[in-house]
């Protein structure tokens, strides 16, 4: 299916698709792998790989870079977009820190660019920019003279520096770290052996060089700059990651061992698995900042510094990944995945430590700063809007609360996915809109629980008298429904269930045992599948029915959870009658009927779990409290990978707007959804002290206890943490199936 050309800020636009494709195709047949070899032994770095000049000729070395500075003006998103297509052809050469540095110089109020830029975009000159110590004069700051400012000091691993033209160096003026423009015959520059080998560092030193006033860069703080640093080096990353994943799922789809592909075995399976949830956190953010930067966002650098968290070293992990992945092939000198591994270091040492990352983010989110994911809804959104505030004004006018909620129920504005009369036939736009303005209208929605599944399967699959008489109350919140699904010994692998269904006159008897079924106590109904044919193979022979709770031979006995309540239940079935009436679907077509229901056109707005330790519960806790060190690290830490998740959620959305399959994403948002709940409960624990472990007055230890508790089944029902990483290996990168 095409893609819409929506241009949204998370989500590529269809040029931004042609472009990757272009950029990797010109990559693969130009970047030879005999050029990136020959480079590798080369005794030292040449200026220019045999490549270069094809690579001016795409214009790429101008593509962010506004067209009134000469460039393309497509901004860092497009940048971004070519980088990560680059990236994946690890090569040697100046294009990205002449990009990054022309990034920089375009950013600037100052007129030094109309001098350098156009150099730098035709190719025949290249520039490097220094993000380590600042430069100064013996008292410490810059001092004017002759109109200008001379400069002392030396800083390391420059990346790129060693054959650039030109230098953007950090300096104090002032109070603030300025950068300044200086061409390299004016410093000593000396190549350093660095880690990566095939993109040479430098140690550049200045003693008292003399630099003109208007080569300091204006309206350009340390904080810009390094969020276009963390943009443009960690697109590169995202690249870098990209050709890890691919480059070891491949490895463990063919590689053989004890007599299968490695890729079936649970341990390489989730290490991938990890590897592509990595690939997809960074590629997120990545592109959030790159677009805020482009927009000129208030919360441009605060997105750019989430990014600088997650990226630096998720990619330097992914890239320890690829290696351990082929083993002893991996860490041989002829494979390429230590040549990613070592730009990969390169790239995060240049952004400076994790602690300093992390504590940037910290910082802000602190002092107030957020950044909310706003969907940039399509024009027509506006027509939509209006005739949903309009329809929705005489419900929200409704005083009487189960008034309210039957008139929800019977318009169709509790599950508008679903068809009319029962939903609203909304597709994904509609539902976005329709979420904005209930909430807008301060209409609180019915809770169905596990009501809502059953109400898709009822109006998906289910007879005309099954969805008057079942789905109808659900909407309206009159029935409690809960899921026989699990047994004791089928519990993420549902298709091995044993509770057996007989055939009789008029109906089915049942017989069997399930476990962890949520609110069964309370529930009117039941979802329930059972075995109505051993004979066929395990995903077939299977039957969905729809149970009274009240039926005689249905026993019900609470599971007392590590909490102390008693939310989940065992569920005996003693040859319980269920009448011909209650199938859902076909017999024995039970299986489709639970996998295919109309829950998979919902729209969810947010990947977390908010029923446990929340964003707003962290927020509330660190609001006015002291942190330490350690505590603001990972305070930052939690806020980064808070914003990574709900950048998921969106893209999940944006997916679904424009037809693609998300259900991969998806799984990734829900499965790092489920464990941010868990970690913001631990950091608060962790954080009290003592006083975590017990009720103490005035401070948040009841319900951080309560939290920490119950968050740990977050990762257990629904299927495990390592059930879903089973699921990501095999739908997201291919790998076998055990």
């Given at each position: 299916?095409a ?7 998370l ?13 990797s195709?010109?990559a ?23 490549f270069w ?12 870079v506004?067209e009134?500075h ?13 980088l ?15 990009v ?17 830029l156009p ?7 290249t ?9 100064h ?11 200008g400012y ?8 420059v990346l ?21 423009v ?17 993109r040479?560092?430098a140690?550049?030193e ?10 300091v860069?204006?309206?350009l703080g340390?904080?810009?700059?390094r969020?276009?640093?963390a943009?443009v080096?960690?697109?590169?990353a ?6 890890c994943?691919s ?10 061992q004890?007599?299968?592909p ?7 399976k989730?290490?991938?698995a ?9 590629r ?11 927009k000129g ?8 510094d ?7 070293d ?5 890239a ?11 860490f ?11 730009r990969?270091l ?8 994790r ?24 024009a ?10 309009a ?6 006018a ?11 129920g ?29 909430k807008a209208a301060?209409?609180?929605m ?14 998906g699959?289910?007879?005309?008298q099954?969805?008057?008489d079942l789905a109808?109350?659900?909407?309206r919140?009159?029935?409690?429904w ?8 089928a ?5 091995s269930l ?8 008029g ?5 069997g ?14 979802m329930?599948?059972a075995?109505t044919d ?11 029915f729809v149970l009274d ?6 026993t019900?006995?609470p ?8 939310l ?6 003693d ?6 009436a ?10 489709h ?13 947010s990947q977390k ?6 964003d ?17 690290y990972?305070?930052?830490?939690l ?5 990574a ?35 913001i ?17 005035g401070e ?11 968050g740990?089944?977050?990762t ?5 943490t ?8 095999e ?8």
């Amino acid at each position: 299916m095409a893609r819409n050309s929506y241009e949204l800020g998370l989500g590529l636009s269809e040029e931004h698709a042609a472009l990757a494709d272009s950029v990797s195709a010109f990559a693969e047949r130009t970047i030879t792998a005999g050029q990136v070899r020959a480079a590798v032994e080369a005794k030292s770095e040449a200026k220019f790989p045999e490549f270069w000049q094809a690579l001016v000729d795409q214009d790429l070395l101008g593509l962010h870079v506004p067209e009134a500075h000469g460039g393309q003006g497509g901004g860092l998103l497009t940048l971004a977009v070519a980088l990560e297509a680059l990236g994946r052809n690890i090569s040697p050469g100046p294009f990205v820190p002449t990009v990054l540095s022309c990034a920089v110089l375009a950013a600037a109020d100052s007129k030094v660019g109309i001098e350098v830029l156009p150099g730098m975009l035709d190719g025949s000159r290249t520039a490097a920019l220094a993000l380590g110590a600042p430069f100064h004069v013996e008292r410490e700051h810059a001092e004017p003279e002759r109109g200008g400012y001379r400069l002392t000091g030396s800083t390391d691993a420059v990346l790129g520096g060693q054959h650039a033209d030109v230098l953007l160096l950090p300096a104090e003026v002032g109070d603030e770290i300025r950068w300044v423009v200086v061409d390299s015959a004016e410093l000593t520059v000396t190549g350093q052996d660095s880690i990566d080998v095939l993109r040479g560092s430098a140690r550049v030193e200045a003693d008292g060089v003399l630099v003109a006033a208007e080569r300091v860069l204006d309206g350009l703080g340390e904080q810009r700059v390094r969020a276009i640093a963390a943009v443009v080096l960690g697109a590169e990353a995202v690249g870098i990651m990209s050709w890890c994943v691919s480059t070891a799922a491949e490895y463990a789809k063919t590689r053989v061992q004890f007599g299968r592909p490695i890729g079936q075995f649970q341990g390489v399976k989730h290490k991938c698995a990890h590897m592509g949830i990595a690939l997809e956190k960074a590629r997120a953010v990545v592109w959030d900042a790159a677009s805020a930067l482009d927009k000129g966002d208030d919360t441009a650098d605060f997105a750019a510094d989430v990014a600088a968290v997650i990226v630096a070293d998720s990619a330097v992990q992914v890239a320890q990944d690829c290696i351990q992945v082929h083993g002893g092939i991996g860490f041989t000198w002829e494979h390429d995945a230590h040549l990613y591994y070592r730009r990969a270091l390169a790239l995060r040492g240049v952004l400076g430590t994790r602690e300093q990352r992390a504590n940037r983010v910290a910082e802000q989110a602190l002092a107030g700063v957020s950044r909310a994911s706003v969907l940039e809804l399509p024009a027509e959104a506006d027509a939509i809007r209006a005739a949903v505030r309009a329809e929705l004004a005489p419900i929200a006018a409704i005083e009487d609360e189960d008034d309210q909620l039957i008139a929800l129920g019977d318009s169709g504005w509790v599950q508008p996915h679903l068809p009319r009369p029962y939903g609203r036939g909304a597709g994904p736009l509609e539902q976005i809109v329709i979420s904005q303005e209930v909430k807008a209208a301060g209409i609180a929605m019915p809770q169905l629980l596990m009501g809502g599944w059953a109400v898709s399967a009822v109006v998906g699959h289910g007879t005309e008298q099954q969805k008057r008489d079942l789905a109808v109350p659900t909407l309206r919140g009159d029935l409690v429904w809960c899921q026989l699904f699990s047994e004791p010994g089928a519990g993420s692998d549902l298709a091995s269930l044993s509770t057996r269904a007989e055939k009789v006159e008029g109906g089915w008897k049942v017989t069997g045992q399930k476990i962890w079924t949520t609110v069964a106590q309370f529930a009117d109904w039941a979802m329930l599948i059972a075995r109505t044919d051993p004979s066929r193979p395990k995903h077939e022979g299977i039957t969905y029915f729809v149970l009274d709770m009240a039926t005689p031979g249905v026993t019900v006995r609470p599971l007392r959870e590590m909490t102390g309540s008693a939310l989940f239940n065992e569920v005996f079935l003693d040859e319980v009658f269920i009448p011909d009436a209650n199938v859902i679907g076909e017999v024995n077509d039970g299986w489709h009927v639970a996998r295919t229901t109309l829950a998979g056109e919902r729209v969810a707005l947010s990947q977390k779990m908010e029923a446990y330790a929340s964003d707003s519960d962290l927020m509330q806790f660190v609001r006015g409290r002291e942190l330490g060190p350690v505590g603001r690290y990972h305070f930052g830490e939690l806020i980064a990978e808070s914003q990574a998740i709900d950048l998921i959620g969106s893209r999940v959305v944006l997916g679904q707007l424009s037809g693609a399959d998300v259900s991969t994403t998806s799984s990734v948002g829900k499965l790092l959804g489920m464990g941010l709940g868990q970690a913001i409960s631990e950091f608060v624990v962790a954080e009290l002290g003592a006083a975590g472990t017990v009720a103490v007055p005035g401070e948040p230890s009841d319900k951080a206890m309560e939290q920490l508790i119950a968050g740990r089944a977050t990762t257990i029902y629904g299927g495990t943490t390592e059930v879903q990483l089973n699921v990501i290996g095999e739908r997201m990168l291919g790998l076998p199936r055990d």
